[in-house]
């Protein structure tokens, strides 16, 4: 097996202690003893068990910041952004079974996990500020899309928080076009 098989079976195996038991009751050795490993070898996987619920969000910005360098670079900013979460916020609106909003209502409610997500959703910003101050104009414009890239994510969070807030009955997309065109709208002028 690859390295990245078991590290998504303990992943998984863990997702499920933690949403059966909550997250600060689940131990590592609980986690290893359902797959079969030692707690040592866990470790050897993953650093903490914070990094098995948000490690995958790596690769999700990863994947926004692939998307946004390939849309066409006279498409508007806010419109390339916007194109760039689809991928991310289909998932969340499909989630056939129901795992990604459990996830997203423990990383809600345990706050040793807060930090986690926090320091995730940086390396996101990092990975996007790049590739939205080459589609800038003018003096400042690494400061100026690290306020855009910033928004952008805010309200993806605060999207997310009403989706998670519903159970999963709103749909993410259509949160998240209102709160994207709440900050547009109050960004223009009067």
């Given at each position: 097996?690859?390295?990245?098989?078991?590290?998504?079976?303990?992943?998984?195996?863990?997702?499920?202690?933690?949403?059966?038991?909550?997250?600060?009751?689940?131990?590592?050795?609980?986690?290893?003893?359902?797959?079969?490993?030692?707690?040592?070898?866990?470790?050897?996987?993953?650093?903490?068990?914070?990094?098995?619920v948000v490690g995958n969000l790596t690769a999700i910005g990863q994947g926004?910041?692939?998307?946004?360098?390939?849309?066409?670079?006279?498409?508007?900013?806010w419109l390339a952004l916007r194109h760039a979460l689809d991928d991310h916020v289909d998932a969340l609106d499909r989630d056939p079974d129901g795992s990604l909003l459990a996830t997203s209502v423990m990383l809600a409610g345990?706050?040793?996990?807060?930090?986690?997500?926090?320091?995730?959703?940086?390396?996101?910003?990092?990975?996007?500020?790049?590739?939205?101050?080459?589609?800038?104009?003018?003096?400042?414009?690494e400061l100026r899309a690290r306020a855009v890239t910033t928004a952008v994510l805010a309200c993806l969070n605060t999207a997310v928080t009403a989706w998670t807030e519903s159970g999963g009955t709103e749909r993410v997309a259509v949160l998240l076009d209102v709160t994207l065109e709440a900050v547009r709208a109050a960004a223009q002028p009067r």
């Open positions: 097996m690859t390295r990245q098989t078991v590290r998504s079976q303990i992943a998984d195996r863990a997702m499920a202690l933690f949403i059966e038991h909550g997250f600060e009751k689940t131990t590592i050795e609980q986690i290893a003893a359902e797959i079969g490993m030692s707690g040592r070898s866990v470790s050897r996987y993953f650093a903490s068990k914070e990094d098995m926004i910041a692939d998307r946004l360098a390939a849309r066409p670079v006279d498409e508007p900013l345990t706050p040793g996990l807060r930090g986690a997500l926090a320091k995730k959703q940086l390396e996101w910003q990092e990975l996007l500020v790049p590739l939205v101050a080459a589609r800038l104009d003018g003096e400042r414009r």
